[in-house]
């Protein structure tokens, strides 16, 4: 079988998995399961074979053209090199692990069956997204996981949050999908093609009489999709969502597809200076906020999705010096320990019956409980504040060695402030991640008093899972001397210099938490053991039911308040901004909209009904005339008559005189 066959089936077996669950997910519910699983299994086998047959060399490509369209042609096309090779591989792992582990989190759950095909489909999605060589045939990628994820968020519909977050995470990734969609237009109208070789190359030649305009259009797009300030606020709301869910958007698809976008056409933005200082500047901000509301959040789900709008913000921040290959570097070792906290943080909130910090902080004995979690969660939070020798610290410190080459001007892709902003801002976000980290692990794990119910020994489903997501998070990072191949070829080492920085920032992040950790805890008085939910339930239910607990009072223990001071209460709501959304968007559109039904109803209908109503009484005015009466018809007729001629002669005299 030839490696182009390899790759088409790659993203048609997921597809093919969803159709053949959605179609026999209530006439044969034991075929769900399987049909969830094998699928998206063989997907990530064969993507493996897809990427030792490239192996980090010449680009593979294939096309046919999928319709005439009389001006720039559409091709279904594909396209497979390094990049595209090895994302393939981690959203088909990732996926994999998310549906064997959602057969045990979910088993007692009446929609599993839609529920696993949406996921399948979600998949298949990204995967078109990576093999995909035509924009086009990207862009229906790109829509489908959109709708995916108004579907898999609002998975217990039920609930008020699943419902108000599904559409929110729809409608703010749609209002970036509008300038996406022109951009992509813009950009085909310049390149005379949708193919990607066609348009980079049009790009080395000079060929693009737009570049600014064109990549602010794009970037409008990916900060929607990859969640980039100012329209993230979707992502943490997200989670109100099966934890399955959260990992697979957070880790391999969805928030991914825009930074691998970005990547994938990189010469298109670097072609605008400005669009590279914008796209620093983004991710600057976004790196910062994001650390700091993740210091101030109380649900662990969301402490993590603000960690991810963090780590997006250092991939977005690589991919403004012009270092694609760090991005990417950094993409597919986040990918394994963000999935990896999420996974875990769902054996948590199953075992604690919350998925409060605070509650979890008054209970005990939680790390015992749960020995596979604790131990897993560890080696994934120790990756995510890039301590050595994990994964995360290897990937953050090509992002930063890149923005230091390109702030001391050794490399010219982008302009010299970019560099700075993207370095200054990666180290403080650092030291704030690793402050975090800690906090969410001394939260959850070193909690004191009563302990934590004990819901029996967790699925084989969900433990194994956990374990095979802490091998690459621990031990990715040794690849880092064999990826430069696979990518641009620039070398992906750490220096000295930011390993010494990042690294003594995060260890002074953490160690200046631990300590007022330490301080705030020996002087916190006795708490009342909080409402935990149903501790024999299934433990999708447990999370279900948990979303309607109301979160206990703010703990006296609690370091993040002590480290953010007065901005602690602006962090923890996401520095005001839905407020400002809903002053500058929402209200301005409902009073439109209720502009628009008064106008309809009390002046347009008015109008309507005014003309239903004369014809009416028009009517009833002809009716009354009708009488039947021979003498009444003809007297009528003769003073008719007589009235006209009466007015006759009245205009004749009035010609004549004139």
Known sequence: MTTTTLAVLVPLLPFLGAAAGLLLGRTAPGFVRPLAVLPTLAAAVLAVLVAVRQGGGKAIDAAT???????VPIDLALHVDGFAALVAVLVGVVATCVQIYSTGYLREDPRYPSYAALVSLFTAAMLLVVYSGDLMVLLVGWEVMGICSYFLVGHYWETPEARSASLKAFLVTKLGDVPFLLGLFALAADAGTFRITGVLGAVATGGLDHPTVIALLLLAGVAGKSAQFPLHTWLPDAMAGPTPVSALIHAATMVAAGIYFTARLLPVFAASAAAMTVLAVLAAITMVGSALAALAQDDIKRVLAYSTIGQLGYMAGALAVGDRGAAVFHLLSHAAFKALLFLAAGAVIHAAGTNSLTAMSRTGGLAKRIPDAYWTMT???LALAAIPPFAGFFSKEAVLVAAEHTALGDRTVAPAGAGWTVLVAGLLTALLTAAYALRLWLRTFRGRGPEAPDHGRQPIAMTSVLWVLAVPSLGFGLTVRYLPDWFDGHDLAPTLTTAVLGTGLAVAGAAVTYAVWRTLAARAPAVPTPHVAHPDADAGL???EALHLPHPAEDPADPGRVLLGPLHRSAADGFHLDAVYRAAF????????SLARFLDREVVDTYVRGAAGSAKGLGWLVRRA????????????????????IAAVALANAVAGA
Do not use: H
């Not at 929402?586 to 909209?593: D, G, I």
């Not at 009708?626 to 001629?645: C, E, I, K």
């Open 542 to 544: 447990v999370e279900a």
């Open 65 to 71: 053209q999928l319709t005439p369209t009389g001006s």
């Open 586 to 593: 929402v209200r301005p559109v409902l009073a439109a909209a």
């Open 379 to 381: 080696v994934a939070l």
């Open 626 to 645: 009708q009488t039947g009466n021979l003498q009444t018809y003809l007297s009528a007729l003769l003073a008719g008559s007589v009235v006209l001629a």
